[in-house]
């Protein structure tokens, strides 16, 4: 199966309210949609493009994937799995230009197989997913905690810590009384605290009844983490410095509990590598947020955990570039029957809501 034609479109989706990631505050978000074309069917992947997550702009992507990445699949054979793999392994950096073709690639894959990359995986069709909370003033955070478990049946929350110490256990207090106590919380801190103060963090979450306290503070696969998961009552749950296999091994020979795959960041084949070798540890892993759109959802949910799944921030958008929506149940999506998942495209919408460079 050899590469016939590729194209690549930029689009902006504007969210309902402003949003406070760790490191930025944004209305919108830029998306970039890949689509690989082989043997008279289409593969496709989402990128989102934010500075301070992907580190790349539209343009840097379209000249990555154009110059030196796409090139390299002329002649390969893409129904091999690693094929792709090899042929990137002598170029360093550009994790999303690399992980969105591996990503297309799959979804090819699938394509020309006649069944849905979940049903090729074997990995079932329906994904418990978590809704993430991001960081607003408590009162805010409870009564946005309270509507989306309502009306989507949640049962596990994301909540966004790193407003200090004070300021996080307030919000999750106010969660808490907000969704009862049957609903699952974890936290996010981004990396915000000091190492030095991160044991006394994770404690106090999990006095508070957290489960899974993630990025407390900015980890390495090391004598600190080892000795932070050793003293621990609750799961670590590591994800900005873990977007590799090898990051994988690492800290799993450090004692990791629980590892957040990507697909978004990184791409399915890389997380599926991650997931098997958290699973070989006994470890659990989430398939973490990218702030995907429902497109993105789709693709990216292919990818199993064994914790809920945080693809769910399209709710947060004005609009969509899929004919349809993920549809979320007692907190759960069940994915599409559909072996081509480039037919899930609203092409107008990707017209009328072009990001233009």
């Known amino acids: ?98 992980g969105m073709i591996e990503s297309a ?50 049962r596990v929350l994301k909540v966004k810590g790193g407003q200090g110490v004070q300021t996080d256990l307030l919000a999750l207090k106010e969660i808490r009384a907000a969704v009862g106590a049957e609903v699952e919380l974890y936290v996010d801190a981004n990396g915000h605290y000091a190492r030095a103060d991160a044991s006394d963090y994770v404690q106090r979450l999990a006095d508070a009844g957290v489960t899974v306290a993630e990025d407390p503070c900015p980890l390495q696969p090391d004598r600190h983490f080892e000795a932070l998961q050793r003293a621990s009552p609750i799961p670590i749950l590591v994800d900005r410095s873990c977007a590799s296999r090898e990051d994988a091994a690492l800290y799993l020979e450090r004692g990791a509990r629980a590892l957040s795959t990507k697909p978004g960041r990184v791409g399915l084949a890389e997380t599926r590598a991650i997931a098997a070798r958290a699973a070989a540890q006994g470890a659990r892993t989430a398939v973490g947020i990218y702030a995907e759109s429902a497109l993105g959802t789709l693709v990216n949910l292919q990818q199993p955990g064994s914790m809920a799944a945080e693809q769910t921030f399209f709710l947060a958008m004005k609009a969509q570039v899929t004919h349809t929506l993920p549809q979320i149940r007692g907190g759960r999506i069940v994915l599409p029957a559909q072996a081509v998942l480039a037919e899930l495209v609203d092409w107008e919408a990707v017209r009328q809501l072009a990001y233009n460079i």
């Open 105 to 154: 690639c799959w979804t090819l894959r699938a394509a020309a197989a006649g069944k849905p990359l979940w049903q090729l995986w074997e990995s079932g069709r329906e994904r418990e997913v978590a809704w993430t909370v991001t960081r607003q003033a408590p009162a805010a955070m409870a009564a946005e905690s309270a509507q989306v478990c309502a009306r989507h049946g949640f």
């Open 1 to 98: 199966m050899k590469l016939e034609r590729w194209s690549l479109h930029f689009y902006r989706l504007a969210y309902a309210r402003e949003v406070v990631w760790a490191n930025a505050r944004e209305s919108a978000g830029v998306f970039a949609l890949l689509v690989l074309e082989a043997a008279g069917v289409a593969g496709i992947a989402e990128g989102t493009l934010k500075d301070t997550w992907s580190g790349v702009s539209p343009r840097s992507l379209k000249a990555a994937l154009e110059d030196f990445l796409l090139p390299r699949l002329a002649a390969l054979d893409l129904e091999e799995e690693a094929a792709v793999s090899r042929a990137f392994a002598g170029i360093p950096e550009n994790r999303l230009a690399k």
